[in-house]
């Protein structure tokens, strides 16, 4: 048996959003928007309790931090001291109403959302748009759920920025 390798290219809609506050602040505002995700679901399912981890997951915010990583730290290897955290953002219902039509979309899901500092001192948050980086997959259920995904995104991060 032998690999076989395939590549695609896609286009994908890089999305910058601005704040005049500063990265602190947003800092604070996004993590008081959206909690860190309760991981209680997956003992449930682990313990085979599908219909109690729904229930739960069903409860929980739309959206949540699944992690987040000081990326300026890493930066300092490089001699340059900047503010930028990366956030995985989503919610695990959302991502099972995806990759139940395309696993490959979970490539995705969680959506990595950076905050950074420029060097001039702006703030921004940075992000891939959902429906083009789920778009690749050309599946209208995917799309569907990646379109409403993209609004509420937007909503809270632009929230968290003014």
Sequence with gaps: MTSQLTSTTVTVEHVTLSSTKSLEAVQSALEASVPAIDLDDAKLLKAGDVDEARGLLERQAPLSIFGSR???????TAGLSR???QYDIGNPL?????TRHNVSAALYA??????REDAAGGVAF???RPASTFGQYSNPPVDAVARKLDGLLRSVLAAVAE
Excluded: Q
């Design 83 to 85: 503010k930028a955290i």
């Design 94 to 98: 959302t991502a099972a109403s995806m």
């Design 126 to 128: 940075g992000y891939d």
């Design 110 to 115: 969680p959506i990595r959302v950076l905050l």
């Design 70 to 76: 000081d990326h300026g730290d890493v930066l300092l």
